[in-house]
């Protein structure tokens, strides 16, 4: 697993994490890693059900549990992907779903600030200073030897690459904390992120 960061201890963090969830369910496969530097330079780590089709959604909603706990308090999980199509999840609606997240839920207050924080502002802003502007990041994505990184401006700089660093403007919508007010109240709830994201989407039905 190749990552994207200096800090060896950080590295050996997310693998010892990463191992101690296969060691439980090893039909997990890690995908990469995002930071979210808006929302306190939080990891969160991106796993991938192997077995999808031959879990039911309580199973979904169990592993989703037991991973979480796992990786918090330093890390989030995240599992959005072809995983929550199979149990409904419509993603053509996803952007009236995160706004509608965003509009209902309200502010949890369970991130603080992370131990690998310094290690974290360091790498955000050697990105920021490849591109050559002052960027507002909000995540970037660290999947193989390739690196996404989607910020927000108001400018018209184009989609950019550079050293295999992908570079995504995005204009600014609330449907980005969105995303992430659903993540937490996720795990306030102790169920799956797919359980909450198909709670709004039926509500917009």
């Known amino acids: 697993m190749k990552l994207y960061i200096k800090s060896e201890e950080l590295k ?19 995908e990469e890693f995002i930071v979210v530097c808006e929302i306190n330079n939080m990891i969160m780590l991106r796993f991938d059900n192997m077995d999808i089709n031959e879990i ?3 199973d979904l909603i169990e592993r989703e549990k037991v ?13 959005m992907g072809s995983n929550y199509e199979k149990f409904g999840l419509n993603f053509k609606e996803l952007h009236t779903t995160l706004k509608k997240c965003n509009d209902s839920l309200e502010e949890t207050k369970l991130l603080t600030k992370p131990s690998y924080f310094d290690s974290i502002e360091k790498e955000s802003n050697k990105l920021k200073a490849l591109i050559g502007e002052k960027l507002k990041l909000w995540e970037y994505q660290v999947h193989g030897d390739s690196v996404d ?3 927000f401006t108001d400018s018209k700089i184009e989609k950019y690459r550079k050293k295999g660093i992908n570079f995504y403007p995005l204009k600014y919508n609330f449907t980005y904390k969105g ?4 993540e937490l109240q996720a795990i ?3 169920t799956s992120l797919c359980e909450i994201l198909l709670r709004y989407q039926n509500n917009d039905n």
């Open 12 to 30: 050996y963090k997310i693998e010892k994490l990463v191992d101690e969830v296969r060691n439980v369910f090893s039909n997990i496969r890690f």
């Open 188 to 190: 306030v709830e102790e």
């Open 149 to 151: 990184i989607l910020y």
């Open 67 to 79: 991973i979480s706990s796992i990786v918090w308090p330093d890390f989030l999980a995240n599992f």
């Open 56 to 58: 039911s959604y309580n």
């Open 179 to 182: 995303i992430i007010k659903a």
